[in-house]
């Protein structure tokens, strides 16, 4: 089983970046489909991001396409999630999530059930 840790939550401005990282330990997620959800408080978790094993393929919601991007290094068991313009609407709790078999190159599901091992979350605060 995998660890996945994340960091690099805050309180930030509207308008401001910040990067998530996701790290993995236990076993390499090389191989593995990753992705982002959150949980804005009071609210179900959402799809956020996904990538798949290489890297070179990946899926965003609606809601954060051209303003947030997903990537990782796999030679250091890492993922990111690069967000920019950050709205007060993405103000959430924001989770890793790794799929634990490879399922193909083009895998990148957005629903949370096919993720098999989650973080623990970092919260984002965007003040308006």
């Known amino acids: 089983q995998v660890q996945l840790v994340e960091s690099g939550g805050g309180l930030v401005q509207a308008g401001g970046s910040l990067k998530l990282s996701c790290a993995a330990s236990?076993?390499?997620?090389?191989?593995?489909?990753m992705g982002w959800f959150r949980r804005p408080l009071g609210k179900e978790r959402e799809f956020v991001a996904a990538?798949?094993?290489?890297?070179?393929?990946?899926k965003s919601s609606d809601s954060v396409k051209g303003r947030f991007t997903i990537s990782r290094d796999n030679a250091k068991n890492l993922v990111y999630l690069q967000m920019n313009n950050l709205k007060p609407e993405d103000t959430a709790v924001y989770y890793c999530?790794?799929?634990?078999?490879?399922?193909?190159?083009?895998?990148?599901?957005?629903?949370?059930?096919?993720?098999?091992?989650w973080g623990q979350g970092t919260q984002v605060t965007v003040s308006a």
């Open positions: 990538i798949n094993w290489s890297g070179d393929y990946t």
């Open positions: 236990g076993r390499s997620v090389s191989s593995s489909t």
């Open positions: 999530a790794a799929v634990r078999t490879y399922r193909g190159p083009f895998y990148v599901p957005i629903y949370h059930g096919e993720y098999d091992d």
